[in-house]
């Protein structure tokens, strides 16, 4: 039988990802239910081949690209554990920068109402909903499958969300919000990224948006005052190379205050507006 320590080291080796140590322990992690800190005083532990057949298994998978999340069925996002399906977009650490400038604009013993566009697993929603208790939070997607990810996801963090079925703000009628969130489709159709590592695997409609990638950022910015109560925020993620043209169409728009939050690589990721009163 094979140790933990020399069977981690051998996976590592054969996975081409950008965290190749991190990939073995989560799918080893997986097999064992263990997570990665039990590894550090287990390291000389043998498998049984049982064990091994199965990470192996697993470990082919990952060779061949399959995403992390798909291969274990879930990823951590916030302090939140969410279930992940091909039916929706990976939640990224780098989406927790817009969750953070979300909760920064929940006002302390007021009941805000906020909205999350295109909430694929729910993540954002829910992790305001678990920091922003006071608020009244609804997650909208198109897609029928991803909100059936996301509800699964609310009663597995016991956290409360409306979610509705709806194409951006089409099913919500006169509903009006004091925040609006979205990390939308923004990469470029046909960019050659679509077709590398873990976007590969994740549904086209959550990723890709015009010959710009900004087609759905405009609809969402040009149709948001009919939903904005006065003074309401926007808070949209993007590209790392698309801040200035986002800054221009919040301006466009009549946004106030409008500026864009870098992420922890000093790149552009989130970008902030405010009405006045609704245009």
């Known amino acids: ?8 080291r051998e996976a590592s080796l054969q ?11 989560l799918l080893l992690g997986f097999v064992l ?16 081949k049982a064990s091994q057949d199965e990470f192996q298994k697993l ?18 996002f916030w302090t939140l554990d969410l279930a992940v399906t091909a039916d929706t977009l990976i939640p990224r650490p780098e989406t927790e920068l817009l969750v953070e400038m979300a909760i920064s604009k929940c006002q302390a013993g007021k009941k805000m ?13 829910l992790a305001i909903a678990s920091e922003c208790k006071n608020s009244e939070v609804i997650a909208v997607d198109k ?19 409306e979610f509705i079925q709806s194409d951006w703000f089409t099913s919500l009628e006169n509903r009006k919000f004091d925040l609006i969130v979205s990390n939308p489709p923004y990469i470029a159709n046909g960019d050659p ?39 309401a925020w926007l808070i949209i993620e993007h590209g790392f190379d698309q801040g200035e043209a986002i800054r221009g169409l919040f301006s466009e728009a009549g ?23 609704i245009p």
């Open 113 to 125: 109402r906020v909205l999350d566009l295109g909430t694929g697993t729910g993540a954002i929603a």
């Open 59 to 76: 470990l082919l998978r990952r060779i061949s690209g399959e995403p992390i999340a798909h291969i274990v069925g879930s990823r951590g």
């Open 143 to 161: 897609s029928g499958n991803a909100l059936q990810v996301a509800r699964e996801n609310a009663r597995r963090n016991n956290l409360q969300v």
């Open 33 to 48: 239910k263990k997570n990665s800190a039990w590894f550090l005083a287990h390291g000389d532990d043998q498998l049984s």
């Open 193 to 231: 990224h679509l077709l590398q590592g873990d976007l590969r695997f994740e549904p086209i409609t959550a990723l890709a948006s015009g010959m710009d990638g900004l087609d759905d950022i405009r609809l969402i910015i040009s149709q948001a005052p009919q939903y904005a109560s006065p003074n």
């Open 255 to 277: 946004l106030m205050g409008v500026e864009t939050v870098r992420d922890l690589e000093r790149r552009d990721r989130v970008t902030i507006g405010q009405w006045p009163q």
């Open 15 to 25: 996975l081409e990802s950008e965290t190749p140590k991190r990939d073995a322990e």
């Open 1 to 8: 039988m094979t140790t933990i320590s020399a069977l981690l």
